[in-house]
């Protein structure tokens, strides 16, 4: 059996930029060179696209950390650092991205090509000839790249098929795959054969075909993870068309019309709007002696059910995958229905996220570690941090600046700072003075 894998976590990590330089320009005839110190280029992202050809999260098994490639950093006569290529990651159709952190729903792609940015590269840090002004014509100030995007992804696959087979292990499911698709799924007569959802896809001519997806075998209590459970219930979300396969010659001593309540009861369960789905009662094993009679007994069953539910008894086609007989036309059935069906989402629609910067949110926060020791945080102080170049003197100066613009030293006054008190943000120690 091939391994499928259809859950992982990832740690992916976007570029940094390059950062910027301080040169000047020293040419024989310029006795006073200007600036002349390039921006570095922007950091590589991440970016997830789907791959047709992928069925399963494998890759992502033992390769679970991705990182891309920095910007390279300015050079000298006002030469720019070259930005760094984007790192592409392959993932199969139907995969959902959630933060870690959050729980947030990044992103659910599902067509051949579709791309998500999951990690954003820094920009580039800018040179010092981007600091020149009237009053310091040649200043010796430049930015260090902003650092990438760091986050720790969830991703979860649920596989994407035109038609579902459900039914109780051992109905049948994986023969009628096996005859009607190219899907080649172990088949023996035990429960629990399939114990990861198989794909085959049905040609019926040459412009008519669709996906078929044979799912591991429900019991009853699936939808509380009894069983295969849950891993089972998550794959059905994006079948369009339910196949219902019943083992009328009830094989293993099971009563068919209970089987087909248990199913029922777990799909519900999961999530109900997966009964208002086109199904068909795929009635197999026909061949057996006693499947006859046992159909007349489940027809007026399944009539009663329905009726008290005021609902029409989907279509039943009566089959034996083993003999292949009957195919066709259950094919053909499914196959207009596919086409002629709306798709029913289990969910409702979820909104555009967008994302609002609040002016009046705090940059940073401080607190007392021990007395005479003051802790700044918050990331868009940290990031200013990472993005000034403490080489040079002028570069210092005016993060100094910047920080009692932000109101750093009127906030640490107010909270019972004094002179001499140690002040640390990030790594960097500094003595405050009132």
């Known amino acids: 059996m091939s ?17 910027g330089m301080v040169a000047f320009r020293r040419e024989k005839y310029v006795p006073d060179g200007g600036p002349a110190g390039g921006d570095g280029g922007k950091g590589g992202s991440v970016i997830f696209r789907v791959d047709e050809g992928l069925r399963t999260l494998m890759d992502f098994r033992y390769n679970r950390h991705f990182k891309a ?27 959902i991205i959630k933060n870690v952190e959050t729980d947030e729903v990044l992103g659910d792609l599902v067509d051949h090509g579709q791309e998500l940015v999951v990690a954003k590269g820094g920009r580039g840090g800018r040179g010092n000839i981007k600091f020149a002004t009237h009053k310091n014509p040649a200043p010796s100030i430049a930015e260090n790249g902003e650092p990438g995007e760091e986050v720790e992804l969830s991703l979860e696959l649920k596989v994407l098929a035109d038609v579902g087979l459900i039914g109780y292990p051992s109905v049948g499911k994986s023969t009628l795959l096996s005859v009607i698709s190219n899907a080649k799924p172990k088949v023996a007569d035990y429960q629990f054969t399939t ?81 208002l789905r086109p199904m068909i009662i795929v009635a197999n094993k026909m061949d057996e002696a006693v499947a006859e009679e046992n159909l007349v007994t489940l027809k007026e069953k399944l009539a009663e059910y329905y009726a008290n539910l005021d609902r029409d008894v989907p279509e039943i086609f009566e089959i034996s995958a083993w003999q292949n007989k009957g195919i066709k036309p259950l094919l053909q059935r499914a196959y207009d229905l596919v086409q002629n069906s709306e798709f029913i989402s289990l969910h409702d629609e979820v909104e555009e996220k967008v994302h609002y910067t609040l002016e009046e949110e705090t940059p940073f926060e401080i607190e007392e570690i021990q ?58 120690f500094f003595e405050f003075m009132d």
Do not use: C
């Open 69 to 95: 490639d920095n910007g390279q950093n300015g050079m000298s006569k006002s030469k720019y650092g070259a930005s760094a290529e984007d790192l592409v990651v392959k993932i199969p159709p139907g995969t």
């Open 371 to 428: 007395p005479g020791h003051w802790l700044i945080s918050g990331s868009k102080i940290e990031k200013l941090y990472a993005m000034t170049n403490m080489v040079h003197d002028e570069s210092i100066a005016r993060f100094a600046r910047q920080l009692r613009g932000m109101g750093i030293d009127e906030q640490l006054r107010k909270l019972g700072a004094e002179s001499g008190d140690t002040v640390q943000l990030s790594d960097y």
């Open 195 to 275: 114990l990861v959802p198989n794909l085959g896809v049905v040609k019926l001519k040459v412009d008519q075909e669709f996906v078929v997806a044979d799912m591991p075998g429900l019991i009853e209590g699936a939808s509380e993870g009894v069983g295969l459970g849950i891993n089972f219930l998550r794959h059905i979300e994006r079948t369009k068309v339910l196949l219902h396969v019943l083992d009328v010659a009830q094989t293993h001593g099971r009563d068919v019309f209970q089987d087909f309540l248990d199913i029922m009861h777990e799909l519900a369960n999961y999530n109900e709007k997966l009964l």
């Open 3 to 19: 391994t499928f894998l259809d859950r992982a976590k990832v740690d992916v990590k976007a570029g940094k930029g390059g950062d």
